[in-house]
């Protein structure tokens, strides 16, 4: 698709320097000509003022031919200043200009100097028609003095970001008061799907800034995941302690088997590259991964924080939410002398069942919502929590034939086993404002009850 409007300025290469000769706007095919010129070199350039904002290429940058990468740099097929695309090569309908790529024209796009000495080419393609282009000069100039292939394309800038946020209650949302998570890198991944696979390609990677926002920008359209690599989850990393925010408020803080697009590694002809799979990742053990994001040009509008590309090119949804991470446990142990408290020498019991009931405060009830057995060591525990809590042992530890029947809860009273006063409550409140509380009463037995 042509770009019309875009000022386009003709100079001629003379022993003094560059001078103006002329200057053109590309009509509604994007096209432009100039016409009546004597023999010689001469250099085009596209004016910097064509990227201001409410100009044709606001928001657009110049093709670098790197597909996914739009740096200009060393190497680059159609943007590396120190080995110019030669405009005099005829090859039609590719790129010849570079940004900044002559420091007489500052941050205009220039092509390098084309030389006109009636050797130029007869068979110009329209690009956008497959036509024969020859016909658009009919200023008189013979075809073999007629060069119309100095051709520039641009690149509509696209971008990704921009939210992470601590997910206090696990509703999946970030709301009023919930506070944002700075210093996390993010990285984003181009999905190449060229040749029938979807091969990722690392294009960038950035820290989330004080407000616990991120942006991509100079983005082409295509396919992309934001990974939250693992390496923020270790110790002293800024999502050490969390988890990824599953939606599911305080009974739901761990991911079901759902399917997730992983980048895994894979050596191909001595090149490492991407290849996008299908896995259960651990959230905190392998990162957090975004599915695959279509960036196009029907982007969600009215987003604020990024500048760089246009509205409508311009995801801002792709937010994390994160949750601290909380835990209960942890030993169930033979009170042998009833005194309420672990005694060296006093043995762990194993394979007791533990239930974890979770208090809902607007509903007022308890849910059972997990079991745990305590091991060899008599531990248990219950991590990934988020709220209000009753811990219990189940009934059946006790039951005639259970591993435990004939055991009963201690009481701390030594030879009394009397329960006798109100026990107190084993309510627990998990949450970052609170440490957690338990009284060991109900987490302990007393020796088993002599029959005979």
Known sequence: MGIPGVEVVLHIVTQSGCVAVDTQITDGSGKYLFDTLIAGDYIIEITANNFAMGEPLEKYASSTGGGSDLTTKTGSPYEDKNVPNDPDDDTDNDDNGIRGGNTNFAMSVTSD??????????????????????????????????????????????????????????????????????????????????????????????????????????????????????????????????????????????????????????????????????????????????????????????????????????????????????????????????????????????????????????????????????????????DSLLGKYILALSASNFVSGGAYGGYISSTGGLSDLTTKIEVPTMTLQVSPMIRMQYHPIWMTMASPINME
């Open 113 to 382: 100097t084309i030389s006109l000495n009636g050797n130029e080419p007869t068979t110009e393609i329209d690009g956008s028609t497959g036509s024969t282009d020859t016909t658009y000069d009919m200023s008189g100039a013979r075809n073999i003095n007629s060069n119309l292939t100095v051709d520039f394309g641009f690149v509509p800038l696209h971008s990704i970001g921009n939210q992470l946020f601590v997910d206090a209650n696990n509703n999946g949302k970030m709301d009023i008061g919930e506070s944002a998570i700075p210093g996390v890198k993010v990285i984003l991944h181009y999905v190449d799907t060229t040749g029938g696979m979807s091969v990722c390609v690392t294009i960038d990677s950035v820290d989330t800034d004080s407000d616990g926002k991120y942006v991509f920008d100079s983005l082409i359209a295509g396919q992309y995941l934001v990974e939250i690599p693992a390496s923020n989850f270790a110790p002293g990393q800024p999502l050490e302690n969390y988890n990824s925010s599953t939606g599911g408020g305080a009974t739901n803080t761990t991911r079901a088997q759902m399917k997730y697009p992983v980048c895994r590694s894979m050596q191909i002809r001595r090149q490492i590259v991407w290849i996008m799979e299908f896995s259960y990742p651990q959230d905190h053990l392998q990162g957090v991964i975004s599915d695959t994001l279509h960036l196009g040009e029907d982007e969600p509008i009215n987003e604020p924080f990024d500048t760089t590309a246009p509205d409508m090119n311009s995801n801002l949804h792709m937010d994390f939410g994160f949750f601290e991470l909380h835990s209960l446990g942890n030993l169930v142990w033979e009170d042998a002398n009833n005194n309420g408290l672990y005694d060296g020498g006093e043995t762990p019991l194993t394979g007791v069942i533990v239930e974890l009931h979770y208090y809902n405060p607007a509903t007022m009830d308890c849910e059972l919502i997990g079991y745990d057995t305590t091991d060899v060591n008599g531990l248990y525990l219950f």
